[in-house]
Nanobody, 118 residues
Framework: QVQLVESGGGLVQPGGSLRLSCAAS????????MGWYRQAPGKQRELVAT???????QYTDSVKGRFTISRDNAKNTVYLQMNSLGPEDTAIYYC????????????WGQGIQVTVSS
């Protein structure tokens, strides 16, 4: 089992920044992908960014140039630096870890609220 705990969310004004953190504990596969997803009211959950244990990252188009995903393998922690935030970024953000070769290895955090409002 894997437990994921998110932190760093909250309320921020448009144009501001936040950094989300997600710490994983339990049985961690050495080869894995960690990422962030988000779900806004009335919308389906969408991918924000992912990063592999080797450091390869991908982003959805709407956050490219504004968000940066990174990870600390020694701490089993993934981060999401969010800059130039706008109201469209308001959502619950969920941390995820998976093994791309094992379908059943797929875990989610509880989610953390990010609100961008003036």
């Amino acid at each position: 089992q894997v437990q994921l705990v998110e932190s760093g969310g909250g309320l921020v004004q448009p144009g501001g920044s936040l950094r989300l953190s997600c710490a994983a504990s339990g049985t961690i596969s050495r080869i894995n992908s960690m990422g962030w997803y988000r779900q806004a009211p009335g919308k389906q959950r969408e991918l924000v960014a992912t990063i592999t244990s080797g450091g390869t990252s991908q982003y959805t188009d709407s956050v490219k140039g504004r968000f940066t995903i990174s990870r600390d393998n020694a701490k089993n922690t993934v981060y999401l630096q969010m800059n130039s935030l706008g109201p469209e970024d308001t959502a619950i953000y969920y941390c995820n870890v998976k093994n791309v070769f094992i379908r059943s290895y797929d875990y989610w955090g509880q989610g953390i609220q990010v609100t961008v409002s003036s």
